[in-house]
């Protein structure tokens, strides 16, 4: 995997997600887009507390396997109920898959894995995994 067609990748989901997400994060106290080597975090904070600082979402690219991971996704309360993480979500497997990656969902509750599946993810032999596919239902 050559250098250049990794930093392709990043800056595609860096571009994709800033853009979905703008309009929300100005809703925010502070937020940033922090990356560090194949790990992408959207980082926000609700109010200037420093216990108010989270990750909104955590996307991590292996290469070698041309895999996207979302091992964290996180919305506020404030943030909630507006269809924003399924459609985050959305935004991440069109820019993996246009770019030849596959999406996966990592580290989830048993409630989100199952809302998840009914949804149409496919699960993986990590219990607490499952792939996102065309037909998974993300509006």
Known sequence: MTKQRAN????LLVVRVA????????SLSDHSIETDGNTIEV????DSTPTSLFILIQLKINEE??????????????????GIGKRLIK????AA????YELFIALMTESFYAR????????CEQPDMVQIVSSTRLD
């Open 91 to 94: 935004v991440v497997y069109d």
């Open 19 to 26: 853009s979905f997400l703008e309009p929300y994060l100005e």
């Open 116 to 123: 998840m599946i009914r949804r149409g993810a496919l699960p």
């Open 97 to 100: 898959t246009q770019s030849g």
């Open 65 to 82: 396997f041309k895999q996207v991971f979302i091992p964290k996704i996180f919305l506020p309360p404030t943030l909630r109920h507006q």
């Open 8 to 11: 392709a990748i990043n800056a």
């Open 43 to 46: 980082l926000g904070q609700e």
